[in-house]
Nanobody, 126 residues
Framework: QAQLVESGGGSVQAGGSLRLSCAASGRTFSIYAMGWFRQAPGKEREFVAAIRWNPGITYYTDSVLGRFTISRDSAENMVYLQMNSLKPEDTAVYYC???????????????????WGQGTQVTVSS
């Protein structure tokens, strides 16, 4: 069974930065793409960013464009989310997810991903 483990969450003031990491381990599986989603209290899980493994094409939701950067280390099966200029509305639990193959709905849809991490809390205070 593949496992995803996130790290790097925490509490920062508005305008600050955090870097989230996600390590994929366990049963060897091919990765088509990995993504980051977030879920705030009382809200649905929403797409943040995704990266196709080869080539490293990236996708972002509009609200984080220009502030967040997703990247990957293919050799280590790691994916990162650099978050700059954080805002209070970025506060949420952030989840890492992996898609072993391409689906029909697109990488912004949670159901496209087969594996999920346990989540890491990001809190941004004003």
């Amino acid at each position: 069974q593949a496992q995803l483990v996130e790290s790097g969450g925490g509490s920062v003031q508005a305008g600050g930065s955090l870097r989230l990491s996600c390590a994929a381990s366990g049963r060897t599986f091919s990765i088509y793409a990995m993504g980051w989603f977030r879920q705030a209290p009382g809200k649905e899980r929403e797409f943040v960013a995704a990266i196709r493994w080869n080539p490293g094409i990236t996708y972002y939701t509009d609200s984080v464009l220009g502030r967040f950067t997703i990247s990957r280390d293919s050799a280590e099966n790691m994916v990162y989310l650099q978050m700059n200029s954080l805002k209070p509305e970025d506060t949420a639990v952030y989840y890492c997810a992996a898609a072993p193959q391409s689906g029909r709905r697109g990488l912004m849809v949670p159901s496209e991903y087969s594996y999920w991490g346990q989540g890491t809390q990001v809190t941004v205070s004003s």
